[in-house]
């Protein structure tokens, strides 16, 4: 099934894409969830697409960050793992026309946006977010960086830090006086990346600050609604500190698979479908915790 796109305008000038999938209806005759995206991925990635398949009875929304739908954002900005203001506008709009039921899906850096985001609008969550569930969650951004630098992850980190240069390239030639050529030159890792480049475009001091103030584990507590975090033990990416045994809340479900990767979770006996997807579609059918 493709997708009907849409631009959505956002508040200060720049803009965001969306796929829609409609299963038939209207938009408030079926709940509707809304997949947000990893790192430098985007809606058509195979993870967000293969979710979408598993839940037929659900109308979907996967959204792309700003810079990450093919086509440059607009603004200086960009987007980063603390970015809830785009979200909070995705939910808005589809709540504006005529969503009554939501869900929420996010993997990796869309995870801990999503958790973020349930945690700063608690009440205002409650009233109509159903469940949410996020894989391959880097709930500490600060620990998940250093892990990140591990060789065994060097490939990885390599093809996100050139997609991120070729980006910040490009908004250089439009912002030069904001981003100029020794800030480009000083960045030769994904964490100079978010030192340089995310941490003070964004209003963060630099990359510990940035990690400290948006890593999804302290917005936890504040959830308000049935949510359930999957990270996999073996998942390269993330740090000991993304994977607690226990979480002290009573809305917030933790698994720790000891198989998965970062957003893989394929079976042995693949056939077409993902654990992890098979595990969001019981999850959002489950009797609510």
């Known amino acids: 099934m493709l997708p009907k796109t849409e631009r959505l305008e956002l508040p200060d000038g720049d803009f965001v894409d969306l796929d829609w999938y409609i299963r038939g209806g209207t938009l408030s005759q079926k709940p509707l969830v809304i997949v947000s995206h990893g790192l430098e991925g985007s809606s058509r990635r195979p993870y967000v697409t293969g979710l979408i398949r598993a839940l037929p009875n659900f109308h979907a929304l996967a959204w792309n960050y700003r810079s990450c739908s093919g086509e440059p954002n607009r603004n200086l900005r960009f987007y980063h793992s603390g970015a809830t ?43 109509f977010i159903r469940k949410a569930v996020a894989f391959s969650v880097p709930l500490h951004l600060s620990s998940s960086s250093q892990q990140l630098t591990r060789r065994e992850n060097s490939l990885y ?46 209003g963060f001091k630099d990359a510990e600050d940035y990690y400290e103030q948006n890593s999804s584990l302290y917005f936890l507590d504040g959830i308000r609604v049935p949510t359930l975090v999957v990270n996999a033990k073996n998942d390269p990416f993330l740090s000991q500190e993304c994977l607690p045994e226990a979480i002290q809340s009573d809305h917030v479900q933790i698994e720790l698979p000891k198989q998965g990767g970062h957003c893989g979770f394929y079976p042995r006996n693949y056939r077409g479908e993902t654990w992890s997807e098979q595990r969001a579609a019981r999850w959002f059918k489950e009797i609510e915790i």
């Open 85 to 127: 203001d785009d979200l909070d506008h995705v939910i808005q709009h589809a709540i504006s026309l005529g969503v009554r039921d939501i869900y929420l899906a996010g993997f990796s850096l869309g995870g801990n946006l999503t958790l973020k985001w349930l945690g700063e609008h608690a009440e205002k969550a409650s009233k």
């Open 157 to 202: 980190t390599h093809r996100f830090l050139q997609t991120l240069l070729e980006k910040v390239t490009e908004k250089s030639a439009r912002y030069p006086q904001d981003i100029t050529p020794s800030m480009l030159s000083a960045i030769g890792s994904l964490y100079d990346f978010d030192d340089v480049i995310t941490g003070p475009l964004h």
